[in-house]
């Protein structure tokens, strides 16, 4: 990058909270603001009918993106925490009451916890939790047993990539284990869509989400895929325009999908962004981007390794991770190692991740991440592995 951070120049390692964006995506941005800006789906001008058009095909783009079934299929929300929020609140309403379950991993995302939390407070339900192992991996075993032993577990929830860890959880077999019960799985995206391909047909998870600006897209748009069936089943999420047929002081009848899901007027600036983005990574490759992101993550263990005194968080020898790493090293507050990082031009992200529950597991308060995406190189694991030491004599 051309950016500088203090008189040196920028090395961003902390793509898994947010991702630069390319110039397409901006471009798209302000080229619809200045030419095609104007409310969809309700006006029969030309504006009106042209960003409506680029709204439902960044629809498709989504759709064929993820390899969902339907279009139908996809809600456009704002991010993946929102997408959690409402299928939390509308699959709560419909399908659970007082002493259901809900199983939820020990590696969640706050946004894959505290929804659920927010629901079984309400209706008197109960969480159980998926227990990991010493190396950071989903215990499949403890997984298996808590679906034998749940007999009024409704639904599954489990992240695809720990946004602390890296681990590659195997949602597939997961899916099919709860199917197997009877039981719909939620998978928290966010952090294995901007790396590597994710196909709904294969995957055959129930519910889906990820977030745009993780994938090089804008901020405040997001994507939750559900199956039609369960999706033809939940009541709305909020109440407004769009997502209604008829409105009348004795009743409302709501909308189709995916319309039902999505009132008041939508970010279609965004979506025709998230789109050009999706664009963008499809245009590159998923086998090129994961080559290269584990070519770094690798290197960057390799030489992280090398650090006196330094703890690695996952990322077991032979195991299954993405492109994210978390460290401490004795002595050195992971704050303190972030701050001073970041005098030299070097941004990584420190403290619990939005994961307490997972820092209790690890027996820690929080952690130093970084965190790779496709325009990383091995000269800035260079640079990070030299701040550190630079760091380190410090203490």
């Given amino acids: 990058m051309a950016r500088t951070v203090y008189d040196k120049p920028l090395v961003y390692l902390d793509n898994a909270a947010t991702t630069q964006k390319p110039r397409c995506v901006v471009e798209a941005m302000v080229d619809e603001y200045y030419n095609v800006n104007a409310n969809v789906h309700r006006g029969v001008h030309f504006l009106s009918q042209k960003a409506t058009d680029l709204h439902e095909a960044s629809r498709e783009t989504v759709k064929q993106f993820i390899n969902a079934e339907n279009s139908s299929e996809i809600l456009f929300t704002r ?8 299928l939390a609140y509308c699959f709560g309403e419909a399908f659970m009451e007082a002493g259901d379950e809900i199983l ?37 075993k403890a997984y298996n047993k808590l679906l034998d032993e749940s007999e009024r577990l409704k639904i599954v929830c489990v ?5 602390v860890l890296g681990t590659v959880n195997p949602v597939k077999t997961m899916v099919e284990s709860a199917h197997r019960h009877g039981v719909p799985v939620l998978v928290d995206g966010a952090q294995s869509t901007p790396h590597f391909k994710v196909d709904m047909q294969e995957l055959d998870c129930d519910f889906f989400a990820f977030s745009g600006h993780k994938i090089y897209g804008p901020t405040g748009v997001g994507v939750l895929y559900g199956k039609e069936r369960w999706l033809d089943k939940l009541p709305p999420y909020q109440g407004g325009g ?11 009848t709501f909308n189709d999908l995916p319309y039902k899901f999505e009132a008041g007027t939508p970010d279609y600036i965004g979506t025709h962004a998230l789109a050009t983005a999706l664009d963008y990574v499809s245009a590159i490759g998923f086998d090129t981007i994961k080559a290269h992101e584990l070519m770094l993550t690798d290197y960057a263990l390799q030489q992280l390794r090398t650090i006196d005194n330094i703890q690695i968080y996952g990322h077991p020898e032979g195991g299954n991770g993405d492109a994210v790493i978390s460290f401490n090293i004795k002595g050195i507050h992971h704050l303190d190692l972030g701050t001073l990082l970041d005098r030299l031009g070097i941004a990584i992200r420190t403290g619990h991740h939005c994961a307490e529950p997972l820092m209790h597991r690890l027996g820690t308060e929080g952690t130093v991440r970084v965190s790779f995406a496709l325009y990383n190189t091995k000269e800035e694991v260079d640079s990070l592995i030299a701040g550190i030491r630079r760091v380190a004599k410090m203490f």
Wanted: aromatic letters at 4%; proline letters at 3%.
């Fill in 104 to 140: 939820v991993s020990e590696m969640e995302h706050h946004s894959d916890i505290v929804p659920w939390q927010l629901i079984a407070e309400r209706k008197g339900l109960k969480i159980k939790v998926i227990p990991i192992t010493d190396n950071g991996e989903i215990d499949i």
């Fill in 79 to 86: 991010g993946t925490t929102e997408s959690i929020n409402l």
């Fill in 159 to 163: 992240t695809h990539v720990s946004n």
């Fill in 242 to 252: 769009e997502m209604i047929k008829r409105v009348s002081f004795e009743k409302t």
